[in-house]
């Protein structure tokens, strides 16, 4: 009898906030704890999931028509220049902060900038980045937009 492979079906898949599951069908004796766990482990330490999460995002954003060459273009982006390729335009930076200025006075609090841009997040690593970031205890349009640019490293 030949050797089998390891895994007949392998089903990855992400629900927000950053919450995963794999499901794996082994046939070797090997404890089935132990191969998930390690499964894990590998999907977080290489961040799968978010890269999955983002391609997704840029891929709804953006609606191209050749889905296979945009994502290629999409990976070699993010080898050249990094993981966190932001998905939005200034005008959509804006109306954010817009939204959270509900009584149109052109600055917002630190907390409504933080939530604000958590909003905009779409990785763990760029919410972990929002919270790190130092804040004013008001901040205009102009700042926000900046502080979105630095924090989620927006191109």
Known sequence: MGPKAIFETAAVYSSY???????????????MGEELQKADEYL?????????????????FHKP???????????QLREREGASAGNFED???????????????GVISEVQARKALLSLANSQKQKEDV????????????????KAKDALQFR
């Open 65 to 75: 028509g050749d889905v296979r060459g945009f994502l290629l273009q999409e990976l």
């Open 91 to 105: 005008a959509e930076i804006k109306a954010v902060f817009n939204l959270a200025d509900l009584m149109q006075m």
């Open 131 to 146: 919270e790190a970031i130092e804040l004013p205890p008001e901040i205009d349009e102009t700042i926000f937009l900046q």
């Open 17 to 31: 906030p950053a919450r995963h599951h794999v499901s794996v069908a082994h046939e070797s004796g090997t404890d």
């Open 44 to 60: 977080q330490k290489h961040r799968i999931l978010e890269l999955f999460n983002d391609l997704c995002a840029s891929l709804c």
